[in-house]
């Protein structure tokens, strides 16, 4: 974990999971994260989630916004803004406010776009 300033000048924290670096079990952490390696169980944070092109997630992922441009096989929960990069391999389902896949990208799944009121009643 480092250190990183965001735009807004606040220093933030960034969980990297190197490529080569494989882990099992549960993740919670108010910063972001950048996964390079392979994860399978639950993350969970307050920040933003960015699955590299080397990045394998089995599992759940649970953020504010999610750049995914690796592979995912399992649940998506995203608050705000999901992007599925060109070079994404997503399997399962997505609950998210906004969503962006760009040409390329493969998606086989459900996607559930959430509104701020269905939030509030979840």
Same mark, same amino acid.
């Given at each position: 974990m480092k250190k990183v300033r965001n735009g807004n000048g606040d220093n933030q924290e960034l969980n990297i999971i190197a490529n080569g670096t494989s882990i099992t079990g549960d993740i919670t952490s108010g910063g972001d994260f950048r996964i390079e390696g392979s994860v399978k169980g639950k993350i969970e944070t307050k920040g933003r989630i960015v699955v590299g092109e080397s990045g394998v997630v089995v599992g759940e992922l649970?953020? @504010?916004? $999610?750049?995914?441009? #690796? /592979?995912?096989?399992?649940?998506?929960?995203?608050?705000?803004?999901?992007?599925?990069?060109?070079?994404?391999?997503?399997?399962?389902?997505?609950?998210?406010?906004?969503?962006?896949?760009? @040409?390329? $990208?493969?998606?086989? #799944? /459900?996607?559930?776009?959430?509104?701020?009121?269905?939030?509030?009643s979840m």
């Amino acid at each position: 974990m480092k250190k990183v300033r965001n735009g807004n000048g606040d220093n933030q924290e960034l969980n990297i999971i190197a490529n080569g670096t494989s882990i099992t079990g549960d993740i919670t952490s108010g910063g972001d994260f950048r996964i390079e390696g392979s994860v399978k169980g639950k993350i969970e944070t307050k920040g933003r989630i960015v699955v590299g092109e080397s990045g394998v997630v089995v599992g759940e992922l649970a953020c @504010t916004n $999610a750049d995914i441009m #690796g /592979n995912v096989k399992g649940v998506l929960k995203v608050t705000n803004l999901t992007i599925l990069k060109s070079t994404a391999v997503f399997e399962g389902d997505v609950d998210t406010k906004k969503i962006s896949i760009e @040409t390329g $990208a493969k998606f086989i #799944g /459900n996607c559930t776009m959430i509104s701020q009121q269905s939030k509030q009643s979840m």
